[in-house]
């Protein structure tokens, strides 16, 4: 049994050691402080990942479900896609006329790239014409101003409400709302900014700009092309229920034969959580992979040091089990000390992976005015630092074991003969 006072004593030793080779153990413990600086720098960023992403989510809004003729996350066949009929507005009508249990059944339709300008400075975004209903939905929340009404959408007024990131290009230093741009050199008043919504790989969702339906329909027409119906189901509970007779409701629109598949698309906010699991696997494979090779590299380093250690010392070793020190002492003593290299490491790690998350997330709020990333903590976790800790911990102990080993089995006699 291990005493706590030689628990004590190794410890003295251990800090003694690392003292008097400063410059050693520092060199030492490079590759612990490289994968304890990863470990939590891959924590902390997996956790912001997550935390962005719920709250883009729910500004964007799980309760909505979008029929359309395309699958937004892909995975089908793209031809067999490109062959299924155009969504009309007749059948997304027909569908809102239809449906009982949703909120709202809103049509929609875009035209990608469409150029919009204001002064000399012009820009490609995706413009969508749809109704005011669009603003009831967690997407269309107003950050600046409002949305157009139903009066505005009947009237074919022409106004328009801008995404963040548009408004954003087009003025930068002032506010949009009230500001007039021009589409296809139609002159389009501003009466609203929408709230920022994206990030990453999701940031195309606040460059783009919402005009009543019948105003695009004088700008573009609606001769061969499609629409989407976005349908608010009100809340998680009723999404089964209201994506359930959306699907039964359309196929009968479309006259789709039970035998079949349907021919169109139901997406929903699902499709880009599978795009977020992604992501965050490849960070935990990259992370994990340079975490393991860097401990691989730290351990070997630290073995070796011990292995000097004892080699060093053996003549110590061999007075210390003259004068009655049992084995297990001898093996705590430099388990002890290989265990508080790793620590020594952890703990220079720490502040520097403090530094560069602190860094990441001023860059994220301010330079890139990534406001989501507010809602994640500039402090590392506390239980980032304890996994940090106890990996250093069974670290130090997986390289010191066999020197530590080594160090309790030598014969005492052999020991003191050493020079």
């Not at 699958?71 to 507005?89: I, M």
């Not at 001023?362 to 507010?374: H, L, R």
């Amino acid at each position: 049994m291990i005493r706590s006072s030689e628990f004590a004593e190794s410890f003295r030793i251990a800090v003694a050691s690392l003292r008097a080779n400063l410059l050693r153990s520092v060199l030492t413990t490079g590759g612990v402080v490289v994968g304890i600086f990863i470990v939590v720098l891959m924590g902390w960023l997996i956790r912001g990942l997550d935390s962005v992403w719920e709250q883009t989510i729910s500004i964007i809004g799980r309760d909505m479900i979008y029929i359309d003729k395309w699958n937004w996350a892909g995975g089908r066949n793209w031809r067999l896609a490109e062959s299924r009929k155009d969504v009309t507005l007749d059948q997304v009508m027909a569908l809102a006329d239809r449906m009982e249990s949703p909120e709202y059944v809103i049509p929609m339709t875009r035209q990608w790239g469409g150029s919009i300008s204001y002064g000399s400075k012009s820009l490609r975004t995706s413009i969508v014409g749809t109704d005011s209903d669009y603003g009831a939905t967690p997407a269309g929340s107003i950050l600046d101003g409002r949305f157009f009404t139903s009066v505005e959408d009947q009237q074919s007024s022409n106004v328009a409400v801008v995404g963040f990131g548009t408004a954003k290009t087009l003025f930068p230093d002032e506010s949009a709302v009230g500001k007039t741009i021009k589409i296809r050199d139609i002159p389009y008043r501003v009466v609203g900014v929408i709230e920022k919504r994206g990030f990453l790989f999701m940031d195309f969702i606040d460059q783009q700009v919402f005009i009543p339906l019948r105003s695009f329909r004088a700008a573009f027409g609606f001769q061969g092309r499609s629409f989407s119906a976005a349908i608010k189901a009100g809340n998680e509970r009723m999404l089964d229920v209201v994506r359930a007779e959306a699907v039964g409701t359309m196929r009968v629109i479309r006259n789709v034969p039970p035998h079949k598949e349907d021919d169109f698309a139901v997406n929903e906010m699902e499709a880009f959580d599978e795009q977020a699991k992604s992501i965050r696997f490849w960070i935990w494979v990259v992370g994990i992979g340079l975490t393991v090779l860097a401990f691989i590299v730290g351990s070997i380093g630290i073995m070796n040091i011990m292995f000097v250690s004892v080699t060093e010392r053996t003549k110590e070793i061999g007075i210390r089990k003259a004068l009655g020190a049992r084995r297990s002492s001898i093996l705590m003593q430099f388990l002890v000390e290989s265990t508080f290299l790793c620590l020594f490491g952890a703990l220079i790690a720490m502040p520097v992976a403090q530094i560069v998350v602190a860094a990441i997330h001023t860059i994220a709020t301010s330079v890139y005015d990534f406001e989501a990333a507010s809602a994640v903590s500039i402090l590392i976790p506390l239980d980032l630092l304890g996994i940090a800790i106890f990996v250093s911990i069974i670290v130090g102990i997986l390289a010191g074991i066999i020197p530590a080993f080594r160090a309790s089995r030598l014969d005492p006699v052999e020991a003191l003969r050493f020079e």
